[in-house]
């Protein structure tokens, strides 16, 4: 299983609205709606911010939502924050019941 | 509050076994299930398996051959084996529970290096 392709790294200013893209395939990305991203901040533990595509968990902020068109996922993240600046990591289900994560993509709030 | 802990040895040699425990505070490992994930250095994340209490597991098709996990349901933990390992296996490896298709809550991670 490949890993899905994610950009290295995004930067964006205070206030403004970034995206992040995820691509992967019709057996993992385009075949399920079962693509989650999560947060990682250096020292701490990976966090869920997005499940099933665009779904929030309970205590995420509403500036963070996701969507899904063919085999490429979206992460944005409006009105940018300092505490935001993190690595993100899309992952989706796969044909093959298993789980693939993508490269992951650092982002910074200039 | 669930928490996930990981530990085990921090240095294994090449050819031998990496072993890691993950011990579940706040929730019964009879309630969901429950995978295992790395990062190498400078590298993205790397699915490696679930296991649900019962003993029904899954594995990376490119770890398969050399992992097996467990489920002690007495002592509330999981864990890991992987065999065989190299300079390649070096990496932060991370627990977490699976919420449906989703890792929702994970450890803090564990750094296991492949040396001699």
């Known amino acids: 299983q490949s890993a899905l392709t994610q950009p290295a790294s995004v930067s964006g200013s205070p206030g403004q609205s970034i995206t992040i893209s995820c691509t992967g395939t019709?057996?993992?990305?385009?075949?399920?709606?079962?693509v989650a991203w999560y947060q990682h901040q250096p020292g701490k533990a990976p966090k869920l911010t997005i499940y099933?595509?665009?779904h929030r968990p309970s205590g995420v902020s509403n500036r963070f939502s996701g969507s899904k068109s063919g085999n490429t996922a979206s992460l944005t993240i409006s009105g940018l924050q300092a505490e935001d600046e993190a690595d993100y990591y899309c992952?989706?289900?796969?044909?093959?019941?298993?789980?693939?994560f993508g490269g992951g993509t650092k982002l910074t709030v200039l | 509050q669930v928490q996930l802990q990981e530990s085990g040895p921090g240095l294994v040699k090449p050819s031998e076994t990496l072993s890691l425990t993950c011990t579940v505070s706040?929730?019964?490992?009879?309630?969901?299930?429950w995978s295992w994930i790395r990062q190498p250095p400078g590298k993205g994340l790397e699915w490696i398996g679930y296991?649900?209490?019962?003993?029904?597991?899954n594995y990376n098709p490119s770890l398969k051959s050399r992992v097996t996990t467990s489920v002690d349901t007495s002592k509330n933990q999981f864990s890991l084996i992987l065999h065989s390992v190299t300079a390649a296996d070096t990496a932060v490896y991370y627990c977490?529970?699976?919420?449906?298709?989703?890792?929702?809550?994970w450890g803090q991670g564990t750094l296991v290096t492949v040396s001699s």
């Open positions: 706040g929730d019964s490992v009879t309630t969901y299930y």
């Open positions: 296991i649900y209490y019962s003993g029904s597991t």
């Open positions: 977490a529970r699976m919420d449906e298709q989703a890792f929702d809550i």
């Open positions: 019709s057996s993992d990305v385009g075949g399920y709606n079962f």
């Open positions: 992952g989706s289900y796969t044909s093959s019941r298993t789980w693939v």
């Open positions: 099933d595509v665009s």
